[in-house]
Nanobody, 134 residues
Framework: QLQLVESGGDLVQPGGSLRLSCEASGFPLPLDAYAIGWFRQAPGKLREGVSCIAASSGVTYYAESVKGRFTISRDDAKNTAYLHLNSLKPEDTAVYSC?????????????????????????WGQGTQVTVSS
């Protein structure tokens, strides 16, 4: 059974930091074979692509709203991807979810835009809540 499980969300004060984890299990290939994306959705707002990392090459992309503050990474030995959130702002409050694109779709590239159904990402986690408030 393919599964992505996020963790690490919490209530944090503005300016604080968090590390979100996305643990993959049941996938037939090593984690670096998959493009991985992090997305967030705040109440009443559309899903927003935050960051993604391409398969194999590890090239990373960030939304302008988080560039310089968030960092995506992965630990292939642990089958886990991470999103490091620094200098958090109240507007970063959302449910954060990770997703993967099955190879060889898009030749291993990742994207920050998705369809309403989540495509081109094939598997999604349930999400973890991040709340930034004083």
């Amino acid at each position: 059974q393919l599964q992505l499980v996020e963790s690490g969300g919490d209530l944090v004060q503005p300016g604080g930091s968090l590390r979100l984890s996305c643990e993959a299990s049941g996938f037939p290939l090593p984690l670096d074979a998959y493009a991985i994306g992090w997305f967030r959705q705040a109440p009443g707002k559309l899903r927003e692509g935050v960051s993604c990392i391409a398969a194999s090459s590890g090239v990373t992309y960030y939304a302008e709203s988080v560039k310089g503050r968030f960092t995506i990474s992965r630990d292939d030995a642990k089958n886990t991807a991470y999103l490091h959130l620094n200098s958090l702002k109240p507007e970063d409050t959302a449910v954060y979810s990770c997703a993967v694109i099955d190879p060889p779709k898009l030749f291993g590239q990742c994207v920050l835009n998705t369809s309403p159904s989540g495509l081109p990402y094939d598997s999604w986690g349930q999400g973890t809540q991040v709340t930034v408030s004083s």
